[in-house]
């Protein structure tokens, strides 16, 4: 499976934007598809997840109520819309695919539960 996120570009703090990742390959619509992003100097860290099976999403504490995760199965496609941007939301941001389809709730966070990755897209928010 192959990821292409795209998307990404530089908006004003309060703005908006909606990131796309586009995945080939069969294993699409019953994997975990997950965000993440790694800021200048920092480590990658979890944005958001959701499961193959439906369910709520799952965020960070520092997007929730901000940021919304979505897929579209047919289009074998996994958003990320990002409302109220902020500063710190400068980063690079990778879509994930999980490995398995059974990853369990508490692990979605956990980036060594994916095996594959997208290129990146970056977001830059200024202030």
């Known amino acids: 499976v192959q990821l292409q996120a795209s998307g990404g570009g530089l908006v004003q703090a309060g703005g908006s934007l909606r990131l796309s990742c586009a995945a080939s390959?069969?294993?699409?619509?019953?994997?975990?598809m997950a965000w993440f992003r790694q800021a200048p100097g920092k480590e990658r860290e979890f944005v958001a997840a959701?499961?193959?099976?439906?369910?709520?999403?799952v965020y960070a504490d520092s997007v929730r109520g901000r940021f919304t995760i979505s897929r579209d199965n047919a289009k074998k496609t996994v958003y990320l819309s990002m409302n109220s941007l902020k500063y710190e939301d400068t980063a690079v941001y990778y879509c994930?695919?999980?490995?398995?389809?059974?990853?369990?709730?508490?692990?979605?966070?956990?980036?060594?539960?994916?095996?594959?990755w997208g290129q990146g897209t970056l977001v830059t928010v200024s202030s």
């Open positions: 994930a695919k999980s490995a398995t389809s059974s990853v369990i709730w508490s692990e979605l966070w956990n980036a060594y539960q994916y095996d594959a």
């Open positions: 390959g069969p294993t699409f619509s019953n994997r975990d």
């Open positions: 959701v499961r193959w099976r439906g369910g709520v999403p």
